[in-house]
């Protein structure tokens, strides 16, 4: 498959993502219109996460379409996303640091906290010395599973908050 084709591909499956986001946002309203801060966290983390590999997929097809050397693009794809991922990262633990203890899931933390630091790293050495999209490919793929990630768990909780009630 070429870079375009997989680069339109993580397009269209974002925007899906961003659009099945109003279905979560519906089913997650309160009475109240309050969500708690874990929902809170899952929704910021579903935007981001839809909104990132959408963003970067359409500078990377813009960066090849303009005839800027592969090599040059992938660096800049990569370069951009370590850093867009790294305030991500940050925000999202501070955020979780804010859970109360019965919210936090400390595994799927850690989870999420040593696989982004990988992607971060594969990001870092693409934009020092590989130059490839392969590595950029993997960081887009990663960052839409956590957009899925995130949109089963405000569904589940809507789920779960329907039933309880």
Same mark, same amino acid.
Do not use: K
């Given at each position: &498959?070429?870079?375009?084709?997989?680069?339109?591909?993580?397009?269209?499956?974002?925007?899906?993502?961003?659009?099945?986001?109003?279905?979560?946002?519906?089913?997650?309203?309160? =009475?109240?219109?309050?969500?708690?801060?874990?929902?809170? %966290?899952?929704?910021?983390?579903?935007?981001?996460?839809?909104?990132?590999? &959408?963003?970067? #997929?359409?500078?990377?097809?813009?960066?090849?379409?303009? =005839?800027?050397? #592969?090599?040059?693009?992938?660096?800049?794809?990569?370069?951009?996303?370590? %850093?867009?991922?790294?305030?991500?990262?940050?925000?999202? &633990?501070?955020?979780?640091?804010?859970?109360?203890?019965?919210?936090?899931?400390?595994? =799927?933390?850690?989870?999420?906290?040593?696989?982004?630091?990988?992607?971060?790293?594969? =990001?870092?050495?693409?934009?020092? #010395?590989?130059?490839? $999209?392969?590595?950029?490919?993997?960081? %887009?793929?990663?960052?839409?599973?956590?957009?899925? $990630?995130?949109?089963?768990?405000? %569904?589940? #909780?809507?789920?779960?908050?329907?039933?309880?009630?």
């Amino acid at each position: &498959m070429h870079p375009g084709d997989i680069l339109s591909l993580v397009v269209e499956i974002s925007v899906a993502i961003v659009g099945f986001s109003g279905i979560v946002i519906v089913l997650g309203r309160r =009475q109240s219109r309050e969500w708690s801060p874990l929902e809170r %966290l899952r929704l910021e983390g579903l935007l981001n996460a839809s909104f990132s590999p &959408m963003a970067l #997929s359409g500078l990377a097809l813009v960066l090849l379409a303009s =005839q800027v050397p #592969s090599v040059v693009a992938w660096r800049i794809c990569s370069s951009i996303y370590g %850093l867009l991922f790294v305030v991500y990262w940050t925000r999202g &633990m501070r955020l979780a640091n804010r859970l109360d203890s019965e919210e936090l899931n400390r595994g =799927q933390l850690l989870a999420v906290g040593l696989s982004g630091g990988a992607v971060i790293l594969l =990001q870092i050495v693409n934009a020092i #010395s590989i130059h490839a $999209f392969w590595p950029f490919a993997i960081a %887009l793929t990663y960052h839409t599973a956590l957009a899925l $990630f995130n949109f089963v768990g405000l %569904l589940l #909780s809507a789920i779960s908050d329907e039933r309880a009630a």
